[in-house]
């Protein structure tokens, strides 16, 4: 292979450093003048181009920069400053130069955008960037007759010609190069020198020096095939009388100027920037391990440092957070994710999240945004719709489930306490009439957590026994007299299991009771009917709480708090203050949002359901429910089939297995998780460890399944020998 190494500056000067010198001039000429510029010479080497703007140009500043300290200190002089930097890592500032140039550099950069991309990074708006190389398929002569003479003895020494290997040193892809690289006014200029050579040996001389492709391939060679390369190259040159030898070099020149935009183009860079990193990440996230390496993690202290006292470039921080944040994330969004009941994302969600932040609108009030209200009545009646609830059926937007469930909850507990003739918004709960509450034993973590928020506490509960899949056994509610508040749950966390709802709901009823359901994935078996079964009752809540984040795959966050009387969640949350517009009772002008959840401003959640649900329609989001319950029903027979205990009865979209115990399950999942192409989490059945898999991603298919299972078995053969 040729030799790209330029260290020796002694023998980088005969070589090229005098052909370099003879460009330098007509190159700067041809660069829009500018008297007190800062100029960067990216890749000075011995200071050939540097030295020219320092003696022609009236610089108010030459930094030089190149990878080589023996180049750096043969061009060290008078005006000139030198640092050690390479072509894509500049040691200077954002915006730091007025003209940022380059000799003979971009084609032996591996990346020769990225270079352009740090050149212009240092270059001030207005400013020009430039450069030249040399035309080594046809008007570099010196290089070109070598590699003739070259590869008519040695056909393999074709692969190192440089014509070959630097396709960019050409007119068009120079051009190219410069206008995809974000510069303006991009120009491509012919610069011809010629040089005489006293003799033979003058010009042979700097190919034993061992700088650069042609003088590596030169001296690797044998005595013999090298002085046979010689005798042919001598006979190919135009020998004067005298013995001299006159050659020319084309180099071909670039000029580009970074590109003075306004705030508001400023402004589509970045975010242009933004949707390129954020598309390279969604198109890739199936080729990802699921969970980041320890070298991506360990990566991340790359985040680590002091606050910028000048500010960043905009487009450098994005690339920053793609570069070093992108790797150590987990790949929720893939196909292969199976924890955490976590959504995937759907193109169409995340775009119209794009959008939705780029008009960031406060859904606070319809009078600040008359498009979130309108949407907001649209998504309302499309979900009562699907999932088959009372038609006056309200829903608010907020976080998340455990959210939408303290919302649900304390709807409810004003409720009653309303009918006991108490006011809780205005008086509190100090002194408060009492009533029951009662939850089942296997309510999430989360509704104990809303229990604690709205001030029913998490231990002042009635908690009814279970069955085998996590059910609330109805035969065991207790004999309350009312009033009472009873949490009912569709699709239990790790079984996907659902609640008698019917027997629950005629429980309450003979007991001045609200019902709410925590729904947070399973209330969305509602809009597949061959699930009728399982949900058979749910309707007859008083309050709903679901994640549009999980079973829907809208992005992060978006809970659904759903109440069957709208005033319910407006005794709760309305406001007022002067500034207000006058609350409407009726909604009349539209949904006050404010009014009816715990945050005053908020995001247009409703923008991304909309967008998936017009997308889907109501066929797509059954054929969602139906693909998901078919893969893990497919999973948990592989499974079984394979060895492992499947503890529950898979009825929806979740798979609890055990491999022989505990101890070798905690084994089973933390060997999965290691190996990086699935991921499943952990969880406790029954006081042992159980690995859960819950299949949620509209990315996730049969083929996926068989992938799962593959790889859970795999590992079980491992940990069980």
């Known amino acids: 292979m040729p030799s790209d190494s330029w260290t020796s500056d002694q023998a980088y000067e005969p070589y090229i450093g005098r052909w370099s010198r003879l460009v330098a001039p007509r190159f700067l000429r041809w660069l829009?003048?500018?008297?007190?510029?800062?100029?960067?010479?990216?890749?000075?080497?011995?200071?050939?181009?540097?030295?020219?703007?320092?003696?022609?140009?009236?610089?108010?500043?030459?930094?030089?920069?190149?990878?080589?300290?023996?180049?750096?200190?043969?061009?060290?002089?008078?005006?000139?400053?030198?640092?050690?930097?390479?072509?894509?890592?500049?040691?200077?500032?954002?915006?730091?130069?007025?003209?940022?140039?380059?000799?003979?550099?971009?084609?032996?950069?591996?990346?020769?955008?990225?270079a352009l991309a740090e050149m212009r990074r240092v270059t001030r708006a207005g400013g020009w960037v430039g450069g030249y190389v040399w035309d080594y398929a046809e008007g570099m002569q010196l290089i070109r007759?070598?590699?003739?003479?070259?590869?008519?003895?040695?056909?393999?020494?074709?692969?190192?010609?440089?014509?070959?290997?630097?396709?960019?040193?050409?007119?068009?892809?120079?051009?190219?190069?410069?206008?995809?690289?974000?510069?303006?006014?991009?120009?491509?200029e012919e610069i011809v020198v010629r040089t005489r050579f006293a003799d033979f040996d003058d010009l042979w001389g700097p190919f034993l020096g061992g700088q650069g492709p042609a003088p590596g391939y030169c001296v690797a060679l044998p005595p013999e095939r090298r002085d046979a390369?010689?005798?042919?190259?001598?006979?190919?040159?135009?020998?004067?009388?005298?013995?001299?030898?006159?050659?020319?070099?084309?180099?071909?020149a670039v000029r580009g100027r970074v590109p003075d935009p306004g705030p508001s183009e400023r402004g589509a860079a970045v975010l242009r920037t933004a949707a390129a990193l954020a598309i390279s990440y969604a198109g890739s996230v199936d080729d990802r391990r699921v969970a980041p390496g320890a070298d991506a993690v360990t990566a991340l202290q790359g985040f680590d440092e002091a606050l910028p006292e000048v500010g960043v470039d905009a487009e450098r921080t994005l690339r920053l957070l793609h570069e070093v944040g992108g790797p150590a994330t987990v790949a929720s969004t893939g196909a292969r994710y199976f924890g955490f009941v976590t959504g995937g994302t759907y193109p169409v969600a995340l775009g119209s999240a794009w959008l939705a932040g780029a008009w960031d609108q406060n859904a606070a009030l319809p009078v600040m945004s008359p498009v979130a209200a309108r949407l907001h009545e649209?998504?309302?009646?499309?979900?009562?719709?699907?999932?088959?609830?009372?038609?006056?059926?309200?829903?608010?937007?907020?976080?998340?489930?455990?959210?939408?469930?303290?919302?649900?909850?304390?709807?409810?507990?004003?409720?009653?306490?309303?009918?006991?003739?108490?006011?809780?918004?205005?008086?509190?709960?100090?002194?408060?009439?009492?009533?029951?509450?009662?939850?089942?034993?296997?309510?999430?973590?989360?509704l104990s957590k809303s229990l604690g928020l709205v001030g029913l506490g998490r231990s002042r509960v009635i908690v009814v026994p279970a069955d085998d899949q996590g059910r609330m056994r109805a035969d065991r509610l207790p004999a309350s007299v009312g009033p009472v508040l009873v949490c009912a749950q569709a699709g239990e966390v790790n079984t996907g299991a659902f609640d008698p709802f019917d027997e629950i709901a005629d429980w309450a009823a003979g007991r001045e009771g609200w019902l709410h359901v925590d729904g947070a994935f399973g209330l969305w078996a509602r809009a597949d009917p061959g699930r009728a079964e399982l949900v058979a009752g749910l309707d007859r809540a008083d309050s709903w709480a679901t994640d549009g984040h999980k079973w829907l795959n809208v992005g992060y966050d978006c809970g659904l708090a759903l109440v069957r009387r709208l005033p319910d969640l407006r005794r709760t949350f309305s406001t007022a203050a002067g500034y207000l517009p006058s609350a409407d009772p009726q909604g009349a002008g539209g949904f006050e949002a404010m009014h009816h959840t715990p945050q005053s401003s908020q995001r247009a959640r409703?923008?991304?359901?909309?967008?998936?649900?017009?997308?889907?329609?109501?066929?797509?989001?059954a054929e969602l429910v139906d693909r998901s319950c078919a893969v893990a029903m497919a999973i948990a027979e592989r499974l079984?089939?394979?060895?492992?205990?499947?503890?529950?009865?898979?009825?929806?979209?979740q798979v609890l297995v055990r491999l022989v115990d505990g101890p070798t399950t905690d084994a089973l999942i933390a060997a999965v998780q290691a190996d990086g192409r699935i991921w499943c989490g952990p969880t406790t059945w029954d006081g042992s460890s159980a690995m859960r898999i819950s299949v949620s991603s509209w990315r996730t298919g049969l083929d996926d399944a068989a992938v799962a299972a593959d790889v859970i078995l795999q590992c079980a053969d491992r940990v069980s020998r």
């Open 606 to 621: 409703q923008i991304e359901l909309w967008a998936v649900l017009r997308t889907l329609g109501r066929r797509g989001v």
């Open 378 to 446: 649209v998504v309302r009646g499309w979900l009562v719709d699907l999932l088959r609830l009372p038609a006056d059926t309200g829903i608010a937007f907020v976080t998340g489930a455990t959210v939408a469930n303290a919302c649900g909850l304390a709807a409810g507990r004003d409720a009653l306490l309303a009918r006991m003739g108490w006011d809780a918004q205005a008086d509190g709960l100090f002194g408060a009439p009492a009533f029951d509450v009662v939850v089942g034993e296997r309510a999430h973590s989360t």
């Open 229 to 252: 390369l010689r005798e042919r190259l001598r006979g190919t040159l135009p020998t004067a009388s005298d013995g001299s030898i006159t050659l020319t070099a084309r180099a071909w």
């Open 640 to 653: 079984r089939n394979g060895g492992l205990t499947v503890l529950n009865d898979v009825v929806l979209n």
């Open 145 to 188: 007759r070598f590699w003739d003479a070259a590869t008519a003895l040695d056909p393999a020494a074709t692969e190192l010609d440089e014509a070959r290997r630097f396709p960019l040193c050409r007119p068009e892809p120079l051009r190219a190069l410069f206008a995809t690289g974000g510069l303006s006014d991009v120009d491509v």
């Open 32 to 114: 829009p003048a500018r008297p007190g510029a800062g100029w960067c010479d990216v890749g000075c080497g011995t200071g050939a181009l540097a030295r020219a703007i320092v003696d022609g140009e009236r610089p108010r500043s030459v930094l030089g920069v190149d990878p080589s300290a023996a180049y750096l200190a043969a061009a060290r002089g008078a005006g000139l400053g030198v640092a050690v930097g390479t072509a894509t890592a500049l040691p200077a500032r954002d915006a730091a130069f007025d003209r940022v140039v380059s000799a003979l550099v971009l084609n032996f950069v591996p990346r020769p955008d990225a």
